[in-house]
């Protein structure tokens, strides 16, 4: 099992270097200095390739469940590049948001804009990031009827996830605590918008227009996915927020910072509905605050509170709704029209069988 999934993710990786070097030959072929190619080289592999490729690897899942059947090395191409175009909107996301946080490490090594020479220049390599997607689209989907439909989707969803992060942001800045900014409703509103539509809803939603899905004013299964998707992806960043307060570092492969980080989690917000004025009064006075007892007086209120067993409740209660969302969609037609594609259960399954119980 381990090992069809080390070669799956080697097969998509190896799509990258193809993908690098189209963009390095746009530069090239503009006459663009030989130090501007280098350092746009050095900015693609630093940033692009290292993370757990979920996102990009869930378009080609998906384009294969929906087809159903193996797909040919072209389709496989092409999906393989939509999933990379959403690594490198989550890379342009990641370098821009690691200056706005003054983080240090990310992935295991210093943030792009900490690394010698960098600096400020990371806000231009963020922009070439994103500039690197609509080149790529343009150059291998401009001549498919969907070629729209890609633009529009990456569009709308970097809209969306900017408007997230500037809730985020205004709602919980790092070096300034005000508690009765926080909501469960502000904090859902934040995972929708800076999460669950880009990394759940746009894998989907690429693999749908690749595979010709089509939607009517009566029929629109888009719609219909982003219903389940949005949902979705809201359960698996409350599942995050609560790994970051419950799993060990051993198993979560990190430290945990969300308290000492002023977040805006899931974990704050359920125990300030629960809080008695007693309780409140040590979160207003603790939370956000870079100091380890503080964080442990923090945590053992959550215990306090019965966090943990809240957030047992929440997953059971999450998981059956989604269930429940899945269901809505109809069972195949038994005549389906040669090489007609329509939505299936399984994508959906799919990515809930990865998240529900994930202990990291």
Known sequence: MADAKAQKRQKFESVYPILRDELLAYLKHENMPQDAIDWFR????????GGKLNRGMSVVDSVEILKGRTLS????????????????????????DDMMDQSVTRRGQPCWYKVEGVNYIAINDSFMLEGSIYYLLKKHFRSEPYYVHLLELFHDTTFQTEIGQLIDLITAPEDHVDLSKFSLAKH?????????????????????????????????????????????????????DFLDFAATPEVLGKVGTDIIDNKCSWCINTALALASPAQRKVLDENYGRKDPAAEARVKALYEELGIREKYAQYEEDAYRRIMSLIETIPEQPAQAKEGEVSLKREVFKAFLDKIYKRQK
Not at 42 to 49: A, E, H, M, T
Not at 73 to 96: H, M, N, P, R, T
């Open 73 to 96: 090395d072209d389709e496989y191409f092409k999906a393989a590049l939509l999933g990379w175009c959403i690594e490198l909107l989550q890379a342009f996301f990641l370098v821009s």
């Open 188 to 240: 859902q509103k934040i995972v929708i918008y800076k999460t669950a539509y880009y990394s759940f809803y746009l894998p989907v939603a690429l693999a749908m227009y690749m595979c010709g899905i089509p939607h009517t004013p009566t029929n629109d299964p888009y719609a219909l996915a982003q219903s389940i998707l949005i949902p979705l992806g809201e359960y698996f960043q409350v599942q995050d």
């Open 42 to 49: 050095r900015n693609l592999d630093y940033n692009v390739p």
